[in-house]
């Protein structure tokens, strides 16, 4: 049987050993992620406590603006951040609003109004990645932190898949194939 491994905010433990295992420096040369990522302490405080080294930002490893999006793509007045007043949405509401707001942000590839367009964000954790591999040398490892848009995007670009799958995978099940 595989060892169980936990993830808590501040520790990684494998049930098997005790005291947590640690990231040695030779293990874990580079610790990179996404702005957002970054920002957030637990995420910092998890790879400390393993001994890695301090995050690196790399904006390239950033998620879309979902407010770009719907603002210039979206039918919908549905947005992240909301008044007192307005009614809690879903996270799955909130997907169906962003979906087609997505297709056509894809759609509209370099002639999207937005501050990013598909191709740059789809393009940016492709380069990161690339620029990332090429820094490190034999033995070395790196760790990158980001969210599922970013994912999403490097791994259709990996696979070469069309633009439609890679915008598919970002989370939801509500756009038809």
């Excluded at 001994?51 to 690196?56: I, L, T």
């Amino acid at each position: 049987m595989p060892p169980t491994t936990t993830f808590s905010p501040t520790s990684v433990v494998d049930k098997r050993t005790s005291p947590p295992p640690r990231c040695s420096s030779a293990a874990t040369t580079r610790t990179a992620c996404s702005a957002a990522r970054c920002a957030v302490s637990e995420t910092a405080a998890a790879f400390a406590a393993l001994g890695a080294p301090a995050p690196e930002v790399e904006p390239r490893w950033d998620e879309f603006d979902p407010e770009d999006v719907l603002d210039h793509h979206g039918d919908s007045t549905v947005r992240l951040q909301s008044d007192a007043s307005d009614e809690t949405l879903t996270s799955r509401a909130f997907q169906a609003a962003l979906d087609p707001a997505l297709a056509e942000w894809v759609t509209h590839a370099e002639r999207s109004p937005t501050g990013q367009t598909w191709p740059r964000f789809s393009g940016a954790g492709t380069a990161a990645l690339s620029d990332l591999a090429g820094e490190l040398t034999s033995g070395e490892t790196a760790i990158v932190v980001t969210s599922a848009g970013a994912i999403a995007a490097l791994v259709g670009n990996l696979l070469g898949a069309p633009s439609r799958s890679s915008r598919r995978s970002t989370g939801s099940s509500s756009t038809p194939p």
